[in-house]
């Protein structure tokens, strides 16, 4: 069993790029970068929502709007109607606000 294992060890050293020569090929793929920081965080979001409309937080998606990172978010009134604000995610400002 350690032989084989030495064995199989041995094969897969002399497989590698490093064993070649030290020449290797590489492809280089993009890979998207990943998502900055929001500069406001959620939860103050949601707390000057509320400040200003009475009800519940449904649920927030992130995205774009009008080229800038955002947050829209889903808020249902105490009434019941549900209004979606687009708020800007780094300065905090609400965009749009629709529905409700």
């Known amino acids: 069993m350690k032989r084989f294992a030495v064995l199989a060890f ?11 020569g030290g020449v290797e090929l590489t492809t280089h793929v993009a890979r998207p970068a ?8 959620l ?5 000057m929502i509320a400040r ?7 649920d927030t998606d992130r995205g774009d709007f009008g080229g800038r990172p955002a947050y829209f978010v889903r808020w249902k009134t105490s009434d019941g109607r549900v209004i979606i604000f687009v708020v800007d ?3 905090g400002q609400i965009l749009s606000r629709q529905g409700g």
Do not use: E, I, N, W
């Open 10 to 20: 041995l094969a897969l050293a002399a497989a590698t790029p490093a064993a070649a």
């Open 34 to 41: 990943r998502a900055q920081p929001c500069g406001v965080p």
């Open 43 to 47: 939860a103050q979001v949601l707390a």
């Open 52 to 58: 200003t409309t009475p009800g519940t937080h449904l």
């Open 89 to 91: 995610a780094d300065s």
